[in-house]
């Protein structure tokens, strides 16, 4: 794959043929700190399989809220009919809508009863979009509308559902950048650097 003429940084890995080669993450790889997930979920393949296609991208840029030690997260304040699967157990879904436009797609994170998500930002697509396909998914909105998600994808099991992430081979330390969060205001309690992304993908969002 190529992005304005320069290969992807991980384009020996990003064989089409070979995106759904990995297993299905499984419950154990959420349930950890939501710092540790939204690591290991770079460079792992986000897949929706629906009647019409089967739809793979690579992740590249991630967020991670902490639930209720976190004032930038939608949990902070405790469980509400919006963020229940924030609450969930585990490997489920959690999509918002926002600025009356964008849809944004989270995966619930830590032990069942702990708030915790890691907000996909950034992606590669790989197979399914169809014959004009984009050439990233950088940011949130464009990442769920490339998808076709909508808050009807919310509290799906990524596990067992037709939405779920494959393993693929871990990004190396050195591909892999860190900084604040994106569209949060300078307090030292939300500026924290909680946004990872790999380091010269075309999918990850210029801000």
């Known amino acids: 794959m190529t992005v304005s003429g320069t290969p992807s ?4 890995a990003a064989d089409p043929r070979r995106a759904r080669s990995g297993k299905r993450l499984t419950r154990d790889f959420y349930a950890r700190p939501t710092l540790k997930v939204a690591r290991d979920l770079l460079g792992k393949i986000l897949v929706l399989e629906t009647a019409d296609a089967t739809k793979t991208a690579r992740i590249v840029e991630v967020e991670a809220y902490l639930g209720g030690r976190d004032p930038a997260s939608h949990a902070y304040r405790g469980p509400t009919p919006r963020t229940a699967p924030m609450f969930g157990p585990p490997g489920r879904s959690y999509v918002y809508f926002v600025y009356g436009m964008y849809y944004c797609l989270n995966v619930v994170t830590e032990s069942d009863g702990v708030a915790g998500a890691v907000l996909l930002r950034g992606a590669e697509p790989l197979t ?10 950088a940011g949130p909105g464009k990442l769920a509308r490339a998808f076709g998600l ?3 994808h919310t509290n799906l099991d990524l596990v067992r559902s037709s939405l779920t992430i494959r393993d693929a ?4 330390a050195s591909r892999v950048a ?7 205001n300078e307090h030292a309690t939300t500026n924290k650097p909680w946004r990872l992304y790999v380091r010269g993908s075309a999918g990850v969002s210029r801000t």
């Open 9 to 12: 940084i991980l384009a020996k």
């Open 150 to 152: 909508t808050t009807k």
């Open 169 to 172: 081979p871990r990004v190396t």
């Open 128 to 137: 399914g979009f169809g014959e004009i396909a984009p050439r990233a998914l």
């Open 178 to 184: 860190r900084s604040a969060r994106v569209g949060l």
